[in-house]
């Protein structure tokens, strides 16, 4: 098995940052990729980005290019989101979720987190 908390949520104003972590537990996730979901209200969930444990690779939705930054800390099993010069549309419950294979549909993502709240005000 495998657990996923998240922290870091909040209500920043426009053009602000918040940092999201990942804290990752149970089995070893050198086999795994890790990847960042949004859902805002009456909306579908999306990709954000995700990250590969091993080798660190990376990928991001266009929305968020430039502006966000996915990490991992291997030792500590942490996963984390930099979210810079975020907007009112950035507001949305961000969850962290673990893969076997490197994809971007949440169909793909075999583990999620709770969630965290992240409301970006104008």
């Known amino acids: 098995q495998v657990q996923l908390v998240e922290s870091g949520g909040g209500l920043v104003q426009a053009g602000g940052s918040l940092r999201l972590s990942c804290a990752a537990s149970?089995?070893?996730?050198?086999?795994?990729?890790m990847g960042w979901f949004r859902q805002a209200p009456g909306k579908e969930r999306e990709f954000v980005a995700r990250i590969t444990w091993s080798s660190g690779s990376t990928y991001y939705a266009d929305s968020v290019k430039g502006r966000f930054t996915i990490s991992r800390d291997n030792p500590k099993n942490m996963v984390y989101l930099q979210m810079n010069s975020l907007k009112p549309e950035d507001t949305a419950v961000y969850s962290c979720?673990?893969?076997?294979?490197?994809?971007?549909?949440?169909?793909?993502?075999?583990?999620w987190g709770q969630g965290t709240q992240v409301t970006v005000s104008s």
């Open positions: 979720a673990a893969s076997y294979v490197l994809g971007q549909d949440p169909d793909d993502y075999d583990y």
């Open positions: 149970g089995r070893t996730f050198i086999k795994y990729a």
